[in-house]
């Protein structure tokens, strides 16, 4: 079996949050063009009509943006949420494991889409790795995904656990905010994504509205190998498979001559 990979471990919704993204402003794009090409290849994140200016008809309430009320998760967590979000919740498989995703989404009028997704990981495989590395490979999987860049992205902390905030442009969706946090073995993934024309102004107030219900401890890095010995390699692809790492694995023994 081969090493599962990395971006994969550590971004499944996040992935898939995109990918409903993506089809949600196809989908949209087709139903409002009128035409009989089918949906366009371009992201209608970048087709949202101009919003009115403050003075203008409608102009205060648009820049006043939605009000964020609580939703309160069973997966122990709140956050403020514009709309009732739509909920969705999956047993993905991983190798030998299983990992329970749920994803929660709201869609305000202007196209403007606010997520957040969670990932259970078996405790063993989180502590293979080190949180910056898990947090790092949610953030790549995203700007691959997306094909997207980087243009800012900081450390940040929720509680006391680990943390990334980052926003990346992408010529597929738009405009993106994120951050994720390692909650002992769950992966969190707050997502905002936008029209680049339009510089969202409440992003944030989505993005720190997260609160943490009854959390577990935070998971324990196991101890590295000593250097020079494999373990990274085969830290993941044994752990799912059941088989040995290569670390742990020892060489035959050779008789002695006699």
Known sequence: MRPLSRLLLASLTTLALIAGACANQQKTDGSSSGGTGGPSATSTIEDVPNEPVPGEAGGAAAAAGPTFKPYEATEGFSIGMPTEPQVE???VPLGANTVNTAAFSSRTEDGTIYSISTADYPERLVASRPPEAL???GKDGLVKQVQGT???ETDVTLDGYPGKA???????????KARNFLVGPRLYTLLVIYNPNHPNTTADTFLTSLKLVNPPPAVTTATPPDAGTAGDAGTLEGMDAGTATDAGTAAPRRRKAK
Request: net charge neutral; no cysteine.
């Open 89 to 91: 919740r999956k047993q």
């Open 166 to 176: 980052y926003t990346v442009s992408s010529p597929v969706v738009g405009e993106i």
């Open 135 to 137: 947090l790092n490979e």
């Open 150 to 152: 980087i243009k800012e």
